[in-house]
């Protein structure tokens, strides 16, 4: 087995991992418009605003990472008794997997991070906050659930954004009573002290941090490690990943090793949030009983894949397999993807410009009639992507005897075609819901359906995209074939 199959075979490993994240949440908010103009008052662009988004940004987007990676964490933060924290609150229960403790403090500013967009281009950042320590008495609330979590914990991950969760005395008690109970420590740090989190088994610096931190030069592979090892000796840590941009990752230990990781990203678009993106990976990978290298070696990878999109994104598990295996989206088995995935997928291939197409069936036993349907599809768009049902869905659409397929082998020979970009699997009985998610340019369905009975044909044509019906091959069907199978 190749190095990079055994990475990628331990990705699975990290599914329902346990990992407790403690620090700073934010709320990120996305306002995206267009700009025509400059205004008449100042010689700035005027936005027109056409929507806005929401998600968790700080430790939160670390959580978003850790659920898209598969793992089960617990999530441990404060935020203020505002609307801003009763939208945190609202977004963390969005994710099942995640088994919360958000803390309400009275009179606190919850941090508010909201990013305005024109074209893809981020014009302005403008911030709301508080820097003040949390209170003694949330204090003593944070470390007593901080304990009770600890004990189903693999590891123990600290986000630090100087936003007042992890004030000097808090982090060091959480990483004490984690050592305490045989805990790995992962940390995000913040701030130039690094003795606040002695003990840590490892930090996770970029190169400014690193200088900062240290006051030596970080220019070069040996000035890095010189860095880290003086880090590592003066602040009783076990070891430190320094995220180095486009010249990659460095690995050094206590005991004198290190390593370098070259970069992974292909093609830069955003690095916001990558560094929540590698600790998250580097967490997940050690609780699922990964070396740091090994930890190290996937966190470079997910890294990789985040910057190469928009926002405050997250690496899934399905992509940074993908990555491992094929470098690329080019192979059958990395073709099949989660909503999740696929969404901000089709979602990149839009801001390259790229023509999306929606088709969608059971596929049940691949025929000449599937495989001209495709075509035509594909002959329509640049990039084809083809909502595959459920083994349930297709239960319930055509009777207890169906499918004759799995739905894992039907993608696997539906992302074998060259037509097909990408097959997401749904569990509904219509696409609905997945059309809404991505948005497609074009959907298509056979000349069988008028467009006004094609579900989500409506929804298209509202953002501007068409319909195209396909022509149908004559006698061609899956029913058809197992009758004649059958010798009906």
Known sequence: MTELSALADRVELLRNTPVLCIGDVMLDRFVYGSVDRVS???????????????????????????????????????VGDDPAGREVTR??????????????????????????????????????????????????????????????????VLSDYGKGVLAPMIAGELIRRAKAQGKKVVVDPKGADYSIYAG????????????????????????????ARHLIATCALEAVLVTRSQDGMTLVTADGEAHHLAAEAREVFDVSGAGDTVVATLAA??????????????????????????GTAVAYAEEVVAALHHGDLTAGESKIMAQGAATEIVARWHRKGKKVGFTNGCFDLLHPGH????????????????????????????????PVQSEASRATVLSSLASVDLVVIFGEDTPLRLIESLRPDVLVKG?????DKVVGADLVQSWGGKVVLADLVNGQSTTNTIKRMNGD
Do not use: W
Request: a neutral charge; aromatic letters at 4%; one cysteine or more.
């Open 447 to 451: 000349a069988d359906y008028t467009i």
């Open 200 to 227: 840590a088994t490892i930090v996770t610096p970029n190169r400014k941090e690193l200088f900062e931190a240290t006051g030596m030069p970080v220019d070069g592979d040996d000035a890095v490690i010189a860095a």
């Open 91 to 156: 977004l963390v229960g969005e994710h099942g997997e995640i088994d919360p403790c958000i803390v309400v403090e009275t009179g606190r500013q919850t941090t508010i991070k909201t990013r305005f967009f024109a074209s893809h281009q981020q014009l302005l950042r403008a911030d709301r906050e508080s820097r003040l320590a949390v209170s003694d008495p949330i204090r003593d609330q944070l470390l007593t659930r901080a304990d009770r979590l600890l004990a189903k914990a693999g590891v123990m």
């Open 285 to 310: 990978a050690i609780a699922s009983g990964a070396s740091l290298l090994e930890g190290a070696h996937l966190a470079n990878v997910a890294a990789g894949i985040v910057v190469g999109k928009v």
């Open 371 to 402: 495989v001209a349907i495709l075509t035509q599809a594909k002959a329509a768009c640049d990039r084809l992507v083809v909502g595959l049902n459920s083994d349930a869905s297709v239960q319930r659409l055509k009777g207890p005897t169906r």
């Open 40 to 78: 008449p008052e100042a010689p700035i662009p005027v936005l027109f605003i056409e929507r806005e988004t929401a998600m968790l940004g700080g430790a939160g987007n670390v959580v978003r990472n850790l659920v898209a990676l598969g793992a089960a964490p617990a999530f441990l933060s404060v």
